[in-house]
């Protein structure tokens, strides 16, 4: 079986769940040209750590802080799965900023560097994010056998597959850091979290973010095996990017959309039932609400722009071959920008 895609019989299973992999991804055209100010095309995932996007889409903050500046600006929004469908998205032109974990960011910040120049807008908070398993048998990431399959957005690309291939560094040497790569395989957030939950399918870990994570978990079957705050401590896990020339042929809607995102994580802090609504909205998630009040009111999750604890995984990364260009500071992979200046 190929790591980067499920197999044939997982599939099967897929289709007898009812569970669906085409992706917004697929519904993509060709590249579009370069446009002037006034438009501005955004990608997000899964999960409650797009909330800031979800409370500014709902609001329609990027419009409202267009308009304070003089500029009528149109918002388009896609929904990916994994940090390769969104990076490839803007490459090839269709999107202008791009929602995915820090580990799509530096593969797309080595790859571009001294061309494209990708580099991120913000952060999206602070988030731990798990991996669980419905295995009786695996108690930790020792146990992974052949007979798994760990579901991730983008297998060795998303966030999950670089805190993955982190804590296997540390289990079993640098050299080692890919070891349980073979056993992950590619599956949107909603439907791995309907698979581990209804069983019966290859897929006998899932590592994902908010709020997948614990709706898995009221299954008493279904225990953490790995938390990301464990292996490298708080962080920002998920953050926006985009590239230079966006960003500097578009300085008026640059400066709404990040003016947005700023009174976005204000709004979500100080009004989480709120936010909560434009979530529900937003997304038509079929969530309890209660529920996710209390995901929110989690003291681990943290809604700011500036990112945090993200330079280890650069160096990380780089010491392990995974990108060529070695950041010297988390400032080469971000821009420039009094949202982010407080970050590390």
């Not at 095996?225 to 920002?236: A, F, I, M, T």
């Amino acid at each position: 079986m190929q790591a980067s895609t499920p197999s044939r019989k997982l599939g099967r299973l897929f289709g007898a769940l009812g569970l669906s992999l085409t992706l917004a991804a697929g519904t993509l055209g060709a590249a579009t040209p370069a446009h002037a100010e006034g438009k501005i095309r955004i990608a997000e995932q899964f999960g409650i750590v797009y909330l800031l996007l979800n409370v500014a889409r709902d609001q329609k903050l990027i419009e409202k802080h267009g308009k304070a500046a003089g500029l009528d600006i149109a918002v388009e929004w896609t929904r990916l799965s994994g940090g390769a469908a969104v990076n490839d998205a803007l490459l090839s032109g269709n999107i202008d900023i791009a929602g995915a974990g820090i580990g799509p960011l530096l593969t797309i910040w080595d790859r571009t560097h001294g061309k494209q120049n990708v580099r991120g807008v913000a952060s999206l908070g602070e988030f731990p994010y798990y991996l669980v398993t419905n295995n009786p048998n695996v108690k930790s990431i020792s146990d992974f056998s052949e007979k798994d399959r760990i579901a991730v957005p983008a297998v060795g690309v998303s966030v999950q597959s670089r805190f993955l291939q982190y804590a296997a560094a540390k289990q079993w040497g640098k050299d080692q850091y890919n070891r349980l790569d073979k056993f992950t395989v590619a599956v949107p957030h909603p439907d791995a979290t309907a698979a581990i939950i209804s069983g019966g399918t290859e897929l006998t870990g899932h590592f994902s973010n908010p709020p997948f994570q614990y709706q898995e978990l009221e299954n008493p079957n279904i225990r953490v095996v790995l938390k990301s705050y464990d292996v490298l401590g708080p962080n920002s896990p998920t953050v926006l990017y985009s590239t230079e020339k966006f960003r500097q042929e578009n300085p008026k809607t640059y400066a709404a959309f990040q003016a947005a995102l700023k009174e976005a994580a204000e709004f979500a802090a100080a009004n989480k039932p709120a936010a909560a609504d434009a979530y529900i909205r937003v997304t038509g998630a079929k969530i309890d609400r209660d529920f996710l009040l209390r995901i929110l009111e989690n003291p681990e999750i943290r809604f700011n722009t500036a990112p945090r604890n993200t330079y280890v995984l650069g160096e990380f990364l780089h010491e392990v071959g995974a990108i060529k260009n070695k950041p010297a500071s988390w400032k080469d992979y971000f821009f420039d920008d009094p949202l982010t200046a407080a970050g590390s």
